[in-house]
């Protein structure tokens, strides 16, 4: 039970684009920044986009980030095996006065 | 670059207390511009997020309603670390544990490397 919205998986071929939903309310995407993070098994998550499309240095331009209202989107483009991984989007709750997440959404790469 | 190097027990008995620290290098915890949280993910619960302490002209600490009345995160100084405390824990409290911190623009950037703990008798 996620204050925010994904879905559990998704899946896509090498070569191909994938986007990731993330929905939430008025009080979390829709107020403020939307990041998405990359987990890796048995790793810590790692930071993807922040400030809803942002790239930290080292991340490819293979992913974009982008918000609309209440609902924010992962895209990756040129699929590669190496993306296969759980992907969770976050935001500030200003209702919760706390952080959020996504409940994760499993990435699979045919 | 920032580091966030994790310690403390795996395993803690139910009603017991968890402690974990957080060794800081590469910033200061008693930066103007930054924010430690502690978040946990199991899969029960997902990623949670606990609480957060930071300093501005004086020391905060903000905590999740789920947690507040057995959590404390505290800052030390003069080690460079914050830690968590939780209190009389049961076996729903078993979960990965992280540090992480926020920056200047406030978004969550570096994650420790995590803390399994278990709670069992």
């Known amino acids: 039970q996620s204050v925010l919205t994904q879905p559990s998986s998704a899946s896509g071929t090498p070569g191909q684009r994938v986007t990731i939903s993330c929905s939430g309310s008025s009080s979390n995407v829709g107020s403020d920044n939307v990041n998405w993070y990359q987990q890796l098994p048995g790793t810590a998550p790692k930071l993807l986009i922040y400030?809803?499309?942002q790239r930290p240095s080292g991340v490819p331009d293979r992913f974009s980030g982008s918000k609309s209202g209440t609902s924010a989107s992962l895209a990756i483009s040129g699929l590669q095996s190496e993306d296969e991984a759980d992907y969770y989007c976050a935001a500030w709750d200003a209702s919760l006065h706390g952080w959020v997440f996504g409940g994760g959404t499993k990435l699979t790469v045919l | 670059q920032v580091q966030l190097q994790q310690s403390g027990p795996g395993l803690v008995k139910p009603s017991q207390t968890l402690s974990l620290t957080c060794a800081i290098s590469?910033?200061?915890?008693?930066?103007?511009?930054?924010?430690w949280s502690w978040i946990r993910q199991s899969p029960s619960r997902g990623l949670e997020w606990l609480g957060r302490t930071y300093r501005r002209s004086k020391w905060y600490s903000e905590y999740a309603v789920s947690v507040k009345s057995r959590t404390t995160i505290s800052p030390d100084t003069s080690m460079n670390q914050v830690s968590l405390q939780l209190n009389s824990v049961t076996p729903e409290d078993t979960a990965v544990y992280y540090c992480?911190?926020?920056?200047?623009?406030?978004?969550?950037?570096?994650w420790g490397q995590g803390t399994l703990v278990t709670v069992s008798s």
């Open positions: 400030i809803n499309n």
């Open positions: 590469g910033d200061s915890v008693s930066s103007n511009s930054a924010s």
């Open positions: 992480v911190r926020a920056g200047r623009d406030g978004y969550l950037d570096y």
